[in-house]
């Protein structure tokens, strides 16, 4: 059996993360999407509430499950029967940083990074820029699943009442 992770923060989950996972489910026997702590990140959305949302979106794909995870992200594939990561790529600079971290994630563990190329409808899409665009009352339909919109707006609306 081959299992690939596909890690990532998911704040919130988009289309383009959704449009990786399936198609990465097409290449491995079973997708593990998981969701870690990155102290470098400020998150709008829990662990918990990241995992919900990540499971809801991947119920759509039977070899796909989620899970969260702590540490190094070459100790989670051991644990997990890993031989691969697979990551997104949607521009150049995305490449330069996701080469660097794979040859560190190859010289820590035998685990290979494949890298898929994001459909081009998704390239400009992140996370960050959804949080960004929704908090200014920007429309993000079409970016992120319904649910999430709705969850991301009203995160939004309570920290905006809890800072005024």
Same mark, same amino acid.
């Given at each position: 059996?081959?299992? #690939?992770?596909?890690?990532?923060?998911?704040?919130?989950?988009?289309?383009?993360?959704?449009?990786? =996972?399936?198609?990465?489910?097409?290449?491995?026997?079973?997708?593990? $999407?998981?969701?870690?702590?990155?102290?470098?990140?400020? !998150?709008? @959305?829990?662990?918990?509430?990241?995992?919900?949302?990540?499971?809801?979106?991947?119920?759509?794909?039977?070899?796909? !499950?989620?899970?969260? @995870?702590?540490?190094?992200?070459?100790?989670?594939?051991? &644990?997990?029967? /890993?031989? /691969?990561? $697979?990551?997104?790529?949607?521009?150049?600079?995305?490449? &330069?940083?996701?080469?660097?971290?794979?040859?560190?994630?190859?010289?820590?563990? &035998? $685990?290979?990074?494949? @890298?898929?190329?994001?459909?081009?409808?998704?390239?400009?899409?992140?996370?960050?820029?959804?949080? &960004?665009? #929704?908090? =200014?009352?920007?429309?993000?339909?079409?970016?992120?699943?319904? @649910?999430?919109?709705? !969850?991301?707006?009203? !995160?939004?609306?309570?920290?905006?009442?809890?800072?005024?």
């Amino acid at each position: 059996m081959r299992i #690939a992770v596909c890690p990532g923060s998911f704040d919130p989950v988009t289309n383009g993360h959704i449009d990786i =996972f399936s198609r990465a489910a097409g290449l491995f026997d079973e997708v593990i $999407v998981a969701t870690g702590l990155n102290p470098s990140k400020t !998150r709008l @959305f829990t662990p918990d509430e990241r995992i919900d949302m990540l499971t809801e979106v991947c119920r759509q794909f039977p070899n796909v !499950r989620v899970s969260g @995870f702590n540490g190094l992200l070459t100790a989670f594939c051991q &644990e997990q029967g /890993a031989v /691969a990561i $697979v990551k997104g790529l949607r521009a150049v600079s995305d490449y &330069e940083y996701e080469l660097q971290m794979a040859q560190m994630n190859s010289s820590l563990a &035998e $685990v290979e990074t494949v @890298f898929i190329p994001t459909s081009p409808e998704y390239s400009f899409l992140a996370s960050s820029l959804v949080k &960004e665009v #929704a908090m =200014f009352g920007g429309d993000v339909s079409g970016l992120v699943p319904d @649910f999430v919109r709705e !969850r991301l707006i009203t !995160r939004l609306e309570e920290r905006k009442r809890s800072t005024s």
